[in-house]
């Protein structure tokens, strides 16, 4: 059935999924306060600064309005950079006339409060405007899905009926959703995968080769898991798409912004020149101070995280970094596993 659905933010990610809900014959409303691109996406149909080349369908009614965009809705589309997901949340408690399900696509953990986006958006939204939250992660990059090539994601929801509706509006042929109850699973995969994309970045800009990488996507999937299990999140969620398939996606594609900065740094940019030079969201820097934070909470160690928080946050030289991650204490490969299986040691080393 056909619905009216806002989408807010008119990045890259944000006008891909508004395609992919144009296609299934949504009626979008595209929200940004900047003016040109709210002309342009109307009069040419395209977005040139984030999705060059793609013409967008004509059923993606762009505004600056968002009383325009939120009136008779009840599926909204956060998709902002976590750092203004408060403030858009609280804007959409104003401008709302119905309760709504808020469906985040960000990658993120808020630094010092360490809250999930989830988490955020049920203490921004009061729950009789907030009807149910959705989390929409996996590996999917805005420049493929724009062309229309499959891809698939994973939603979760604590609502199953919430995840399931999203689905259905969202799949299509080129577009696979699956659904998975572990929305902080879903969550922290999504979010510290960009961690791990920024290291695997620097390795390549470096010089490093294939083994590094690997090396990177493996050990990497391990920290993520030991800190996902003791958050509370299914340690399976990690062997899906918002885990190992977001964490091969990021570190492997010329598309990803995380990869990207990375490989400016390895080349030996500094920070504040590389973010000046994407002039799009780079989530992980942010987030990988949120981990940093976490791992010291939670207890856990986060070696890759601790290389590269040293990195951004302390001037670490990055070769220097790759030598101390190399020359660590000698482990058992698996007792990372069986921690975050919470299986009997005795059985299985
Ligand atoms: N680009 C991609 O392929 C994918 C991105 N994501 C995630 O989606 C989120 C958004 O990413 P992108 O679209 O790539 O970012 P982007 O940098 O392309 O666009 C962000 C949009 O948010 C708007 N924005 C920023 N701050 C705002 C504020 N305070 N108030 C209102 N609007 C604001 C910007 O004007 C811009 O339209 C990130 O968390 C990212 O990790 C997830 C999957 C794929
Ligand atoms: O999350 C993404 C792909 O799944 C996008 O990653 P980047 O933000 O690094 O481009």
Not at 23 to 46: K, P, Q, S
Not at 70 to 96: F, M, N, S
Not at 120 to 140: C, F, H, W
Not at 324 to 349: P, S, T, W
Request: proline share 3%; net charge negative; hydrophobic share 45%.
């Amino acid at each position: 059935m056909t619905e009216k659905i806002a989408v807010l933010g008119a990045g890259s990610w944000g006008t891909a999924l508004a395609l992919v809900l144009a296609d299934n014959r949504h009626d979008v409303f595209l929200w940004t306060e900047n003016e040109e691109r709210v002309n342009e996406i109307n009069m040419t149909h395209m977005n040139s600064r984030y999705l060059p080349n793609i013409k967008l369908p004509e059923n993606i009614t762009s505004t600056t309005s968002l009383e325009e965009a939120l009136v008779d809705v009840g599926v909204v589309v956060l998709a902002v950079p976590t750092k203004a997901i408060r403030e858009v949340a609280a804007e959409v408690v104003k401008a709302a006339t119905t309760p709504v399900t808020i469906v985040h696509v960000s990658k993120g953990i808020e630094p010092d409060s360490l809250l999930r986006i989830s988490e955020m958006i049920e203490q921004e939204i009061p729950a009789n405007v907030l009807r149910d939250v959705v989390v929409l992660s996996g590996p999917s990059h805005a420049e493929e899905v724009s062309l229309r090539h499959p891809t698939t994601v994973t939603v979760s929801s604590k609502s199953s009926e919430a995840a399931g509706k999203i689905q259905d509006l969202f799949m299509n042929q080129h577009f696979r959703v699956y659904t998975n109850p572990d929305i902080i699973g879903v969550e922290i995969g999504g979010a510290l995968k960009n961690i791990i994309a920024l290291a695997a970045g620097i390795s390549d800009g470096i010089g490093y080769g294939d083994n590094a990488k690997a090396a990177l996507i493996t050990r990497g999937l391990a920290e993520i898991a030991r800190l996902g299990t003791k958050m509370g999140a299914n340690p399976l969620t990690f062997s899906g798409l918002a885990g190992i398939g977001d964490l091969i996606v990021t570190c492997t594609s010329v598309h990803s912004r995380n990869w990207r900065a990375g490989n400016m740094l390895g080349k030996g940019q500094n920070l504040a020149e590389v973010l000046e030079n994407m002039g799009m969201v780079v989530e992980g820097v942010r987030t990988t101070k949120a981990a940093h934070q976490l791992s010291a909470k939670y207890d856990v160690q986060m070696p890759i995280t601790n290389a590269l928080y040293n990195i951004l946050f302390k001037q670490q030289d990055p070769k220097k970094a790759v030598d101390e991650l190399m020359a660590r204490v000698k482990k058992h490969e698996l007792e990372d596993l069986i921690n975050v299986l919470g299986a009997k040691q005795d059985e299985l080393l």
